[in-house]
């Protein structure tokens, strides 16, 4: 059975995830966050003390990764262990960023983000999909929004909380994630060129929704 592939790329805090969560949802896809892998294995270098490729690179093959899916929702494996509510603090998104820069790792992961989509009708995001892991991708979208605008929602999300930084340091960081991830040697970031750019800019939240759902039944009629 042919499966439906839409690939969702784009910049840190553009609102992929929870954008691409909800569409799903609507549709009845699995929604794969291919960034929860990357943040898996930042979080067993963390524990093992090998963020480095040297360190990394040779047990690469050992780390398993799983996605399992609870009421739609997607919970990520590390060796085994439910590690989806410990893998969105500052320093396990840093190391991320660094072993998302590792052949081995991008390689170990590649092969489990093919099989999901050969298996499932799935909305799959990250920065890679439509460029390396799905070239042949039902659909492509590019969701981006400025990085003044990227900033000033994380602002908004986290000032209620005591130790929210200042707006000026939030948007230094996603502008040095941009910076990473746009010139990393393998897989940067970049727009297929197959891709519909969708900036969210001047959008809101349910008026992307909408607005991707509309593309992808346009694509599928
Ligand atoms: O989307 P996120 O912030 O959860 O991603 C975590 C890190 O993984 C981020 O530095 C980018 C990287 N990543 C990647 O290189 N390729 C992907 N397909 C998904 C994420």
């Keep these: 059975m042919k499966t439906i592939n839409i690939a969702i790329d784009g910049p840190s805090g553009a609102g992929k995830s929870s954008i691409s969560r909800a569409v799903a949802a609507d549709l009845g896809f699995i929604h794969v966050d291919t960034g929860a892998m990357y943040r898996a294995v930042g979080l067993y270098a963390i524990r093992h003390d090998c ?4 360190k990394l690179a ?6 398993a990764i799983d996605l399992k899916f609870i009421g739609g929702a997607q919970r990520v494996l590390l060796d085994g262990e439910d590690v989806s509510d410990h893998i969105r603090t500052p320093e396990v998104s840093m ?5 998302s820069a590792i052949p081995e790792v991008r390689a170990h992961l590649l092969d489990l983000q093919k099989k999901m989509a050969a298996e ?3 909305l799959m995001d990250g920065r890679d999909i ?3 892991i799905l070239p042949h991708a039902d659909l492509k979208i590019f969701l981006t929004a400025s990085a003044e605008e990227r900033a000033s929602r994380r602002y908004l999300e986290l000032r209620e909380k005591p130790d929210c930084p200042p707006y000026e340091e939030i948007l230094k960081d996603i502008q040095q994630r941009d910076y990473n991830d746009t010139h990393r040697e393998i897989a940067p970031l970049r727009q297929a060129e197959d891709a519909v750019l969708v900036d969210t800019s001047n959008m809101g939240f349910h008026e992307v929704v909408d607005h ?3 593309l992808i039944q346009e694509k599928l009629d």
């Design 212 to 214: 991707i759902k509309a």
């Design 95 to 99: 190391a991320a960023s660094v072993v």
């Design 51 to 54: 963020l480095s490729p040297e």
């Design 130 to 132: 439509g460029s390396v």
């Design 58 to 63: 040779p047990v690469v093959e050992d780390i």
């Design 120 to 122: 499932n009708n799935i």
